[in-house]
């Protein structure tokens, strides 16, 4: 990740911050989070969020004594930051892949520390559908390769789903594809 955003940004500490910011827009974290998240002084981590904080690429909040930030999503760049991290780790490659080829996928979530917006280098999937596990496994592989991360998936029925539901809504989960419903 940090060798494609490298050419562009020269702070490890921002390009982290990008991610764990822009992958998942709904998160929000505080100083001392981040600086033991990425192993760094909070004086690195406050150097750059003051920066992100004054391009106005993060809102920051008070709460209590801590100050929170989180992406600002009515930036004009947002969408395109938020493209680039998904393309940077590789998630965009998966999920194409998994639609054209590997059966009826009706929906994908990420769960675990990248639905937290934390790049860990496993990424863990949820697959609901009908996929096709061998392909699914040789698409897995390959992707690994390019994106320099385990993917981790699991499928599941809508049934199964469905059974399992209250379970996956306590923990942090993304959903990063659904099947559009045919209009009536």
């Known amino acids: 990740m940090e060798n494609l955003?490298?050419?562009?940004?020269?702070?490890?500490t921002r390009i982290k911050l990008l991610v764990r910011f822009f992958f998942n827009p709904m998160t929000r974290a505080y100083l001392r989070?981040?600086?033991?998240e990425f192993n760094v002084s909070t004086n690195a981590v406050?150097?750059?969020?003051?920066?992100?904080?004054?391009?106005?690429?993060?809102?920051?909040?008070?709460?209590g004594r801590s100050v929170y930030y989180k992406a600002n999503q009515d930036h004009p760049l947002f969408p395109e930051l938020k493209s680039m991290v998904s393309k940077v780790i590789g998630l965009d490659q998966v999920i194409d892949g998994?639609?054209?080829r590997l059966g009826d996928l009706e929906a994908a979530y990420l769960l675990g520390d990248y639905a937290e917006g934390k790049d860990t280098g496993i990424i863990d999937l949820l697959l609901v559908g009908d996929i096709d596990q061998y392909h699914l496994n040789d698409l897995?592989?390959?992707?690994?390769?390019?994106?320099?991360r385990k993917i981790r998936s699991l499928v599941l029925t809508r049934d199964e789903y469905d059974k399992f539901l209250?379970?996956?809504?306590?923990?942090?989960?993304?959903l990063i594809w659904e099947a559009k419903q045919p209009q009536p």
């Open 166 to 174: 209250a379970e996956f809504q306590s923990r942090p989960r993304v």
């Open 33 to 36: 989070e981040l600086a033991k």
């Open 140 to 148: 897995s592989r390959k992707t690994e390769r390019y994106a320099r």
């Open 98 to 100: 998994i639609v054209t």
């Open 5 to 12: 955003f490298a050419g562009l940004i020269s702070s490890k």
């Open 46 to 63: 406050r150097e750059e969020l003051n920066q992100l904080t004054k391009t106005n690429l993060l809102k920051s909040e008070k709460n």
